[in-house]
């Protein structure tokens, strides 16, 4: 490998499930890889093989089907760990086991409590053991932003001869900042003696918003892989954002004088996924993802753009997916040119049955607004694509009514299991009048965590794309629901969630195994 390509490393489905309320079930974690693996990322991080069987079975099933990116298991230091990651990653094409253990003081003391030779004998014994089921190893000195220098010499030194091939240097905590962190990478490359044997990793959280700068300062210090993940997603204020590191290494390229091999023109798609999933939206002034990222509103700005792209804008809108295909489909589009669409955007529906359906909505949704954009297809068609859930619960018919000093009030007729059934409710505003409503035929009892509405394309036509994330006795489970009427979408992703629930399709938080 050229000396001046660094290794994009994606963890969105380890750490970034991590994140309170990200968890995802298997089908949308094998969703999110193939978009990863189209987009090019060099190792996908998917999942803690022993956290749970959950996550045993979606690393495996991941390692099953991606063929053009290494699949990585995380494990901590311990024989049980090592094995399951090995297990899970046994078919894969490329499979790299990920061993950490803790390396600063505060964790050795207070979560190890163990003596700091204790925890260089316990990474060596790991990493061996790894080696022996993995040839492609990575060992990650948790907490290194906290750790002392010498100390990291000590381990990484064992770690390499141990036959660690990747030595990932974690800012746990997100307390570096990106001087600090370059010189602890400079120093290690420098007095390690046997450095030249492994690829160094940067892993960095953003506690204080500089999990990108001090990636990218490590990286000029000479680390050669990036870990990240979309959107940041990731544990408290999350990880390093994948597209900005992408694009701070592509339009730097006369600075940084490195590159990746990400086609950056999926970058945006994949973020969309990642947040439909989730239901993490994507925040306006976002960088490279955000609805506004390339948008310029000031006279202005608008003015120099419109005589010399260049004046206001560093990066080319399409090059990250924006624009690339604003090409509208509308009421008169064919079975094949919609076929044909969903083709070039990368979704390819199971069955012809999926087809018709996805093409069936198209052509319902068509008559209601006239230009469909690929925001829409994408919205469109993720019913098709995700969890298998049947229609326990269908809406029949909704009226919400909402007067300017009045209680709102909503009507409806649930079709449960081909039964209608009738409800009406009063609520706070419209949205929690139809949820009651809901609730007063189908009893759930799960809680509501989360109600969010995205507009998937400009104007005031636009469609709306609602999350309902419920919680149930521990089990999570996500709906989506999109419609020019976010009422009916409203309703349309409650009930989804509702499905998904009854039909067993629901989430644990990875680690709710207690590892
Ligand atoms: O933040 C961290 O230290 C980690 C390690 C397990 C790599 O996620
Ligand atoms: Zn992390």
New binding site residues.
Partial sequence: MSNDRVIIFD?TL??GE?SPGASMTKEEKLRIAKALERMRVDVIEAGFAIASPGDFEAVKAIAETIKDSTICS?SRALDGDIERAAEALKNANSGRI?T?IATSPIHMQYKLRMQPDQVIEQAVRAVKKARSLCADVEF?C???GRSEIDFLCRIIEAAIDAGARTI?I????GYSIPHQYAETMRQLLERIPNADKAVFSV?C?NDLGLAVANSLAAVVAGARQV?CTINGLG?RAG?AALEEIVMAIKTRQDLLGVYTNIETEHILSTSRLVSGITGFPVQPNKAIVGANAFAHESGIHQDGVLKHRETYEIMRAQDVGWNANKMVMGKHSGRNAFRARLEELGIVLPGEAELNAAFARFKELADKKHEIFDEDLQALVSDSLGEEAPEHFKLAFLEVASKTGEVPQAQLVLSVDGVEHKATSSGAGPVDATFKAIEAIAQSQANLQLYSVNAITQGTDSQGEVTVRLEKGGRIVNGNGADTDILAASAKAYLNALNLMQAGVHKTHPQADGV
Avoid: I, K, M, Y
């Avoid at 974690?170 to 905590?173: A, I, L």
């Fill in positions: 963890t380890r750490d991590q995380l990920h950490f990650s948790e907490d290194a990932n974690p800012d746990t905590v892993h959280h870990e544990e990880n």
